[in-house]
């Protein structure tokens, strides 16, 4: 049973910085393209960020270029978003996912960016 468990959200001031984790189970990790993606209160589902299977391939979306990374440690199933400059704008729940379209994703972690 594939399983995607995020955590690490919380509140934080504009300009901050977060770290989320999501473990991964159930699958073959280290063999999958991984994704992070994000809603936004009343808006679809966003891409943010991917890495491909040895983790030296990053793509990011131009909303957080330059303040979010991604990153995986395959040797325990797990993603990393690190998430810094944070700005009100990015406030969502943010989803570990198998895919792009979010088709296989946990249950979300919610970031709330906020003075």
């Known amino acids: 049973q594939v399983q995607l468990m995020e955590s690490g959200g919380g509140l934080v001031q504009p300009g901050g910085s977060l770290r989320l984790s999501c473990a991964a189970s159930?699958?073959?990790?280290?063999?999958?393209?991984m994704y992070w993606l994000r809603q936004a209160p009343g808006k679809g589902l966003e891409w943010v960020s991917r890495?491909?299977?040895?983790?030296?391939?990053?793509n990011s979306a131009d909303s957080v270029k330059g303040r979010f990374t991604i990153s995986r440690d395959n040797a325990q199933n797990k993603l990393f978003l690190q998430m810094n400059s944070l700005r009100p704008e990015d406030t969502a729940v943010y989803y570990c996912?198998?895919?792009?379209?979010?088709?296989?994703r946990g249950k979300g972690t919610l970031v709330t960016v906020s003075a």
């Open positions: 996912a198998r895919d792009m379209g979010g088709t296989v």
């Open positions: 159930g699958f073959p990790f280290r063999s999958y393209w």
């Open positions: 890495i491909n299977p040895g983790g030296f391939v990053l």
